[in-house]
C-alpha cells in the first residue's frame, strides 16, 4: 500500500534552515508528482510545492518563492523541502502528498502522518 513517510521538523529561530523528508513506498514514485502542504493552527491546509515526475518542475506558493525548494531522488524514492529563511508564519504541521488515480475510485489523496515545523526565538 502507498505509504508516505515525513520526517525533519523541529524547531528553528527565525531565519534559520530545515530539510524535510518524505519517503514513499507502495507506488512506482517516480511517476508520480509530489506534493508539500502545510496547516497552521486554525488555518485550512495550503499547498506549498509541488515537483512534477518526469521534468522536474516545480511550482511554489508565493510566500515561499526564493526561501523553499522541493526536489526528489527518484533513486531512493525520496521528496525533499529545503526551507531557508524560515519566518514564524512558516510555523505549521507540513505534510507530503501525492495524488493516484485508482481504479474504481479516482484520483486518490494520500498524505503522510505529517511533521511539525515551529519557528521561534
Known amino acids: 500500500q502507498v505509504q508516505l513517510v515525513e520526517s525533519g521538523g523541529g524547531l528553528v529561530q527565525p531565519g534559520g534552515s530545515l530539510r524535510l523528508s518524505c519517503a514513499a513506498s507502495g507506488f512506482r514514485f517516480s511517476n508520480y508528482a509530489m506534493n508539500w502542504y502545510r496547516q497552521a493552527s486554525g488555518k485550512e491546509r495550503e499547498l506549498v510545492a509541488t515537483?512534477?515526475?518526469?521534468?522536474?518542475?516545480?511550482i511554489y506558493t508565493e510566500s515561499v518563492k526564493g526561501r523553499f525548494t522541493v526536489f526528489r531522488d527518484n533513486a531512493k524514492n525520496v521528496v525533499y523541502l529545503q526551507m531557508n529563511s524560515l519566518k514564524p508564519e512558516d510555523t505549521a504541521l507540513y505534510y507530503c502528498n501525492t495524488k493516484i488515480y485508482v481504479v474504481p475510485e479516482g484520483l486518490v489523496d494520500y498524505w503522510g502522518q505529517g511533521t511539525q515545523v515551529t519557528v521561534s526565538s
Open positions: 515537483i512534477f515526475s518526469e521534468s522536474n518542475y516545480t
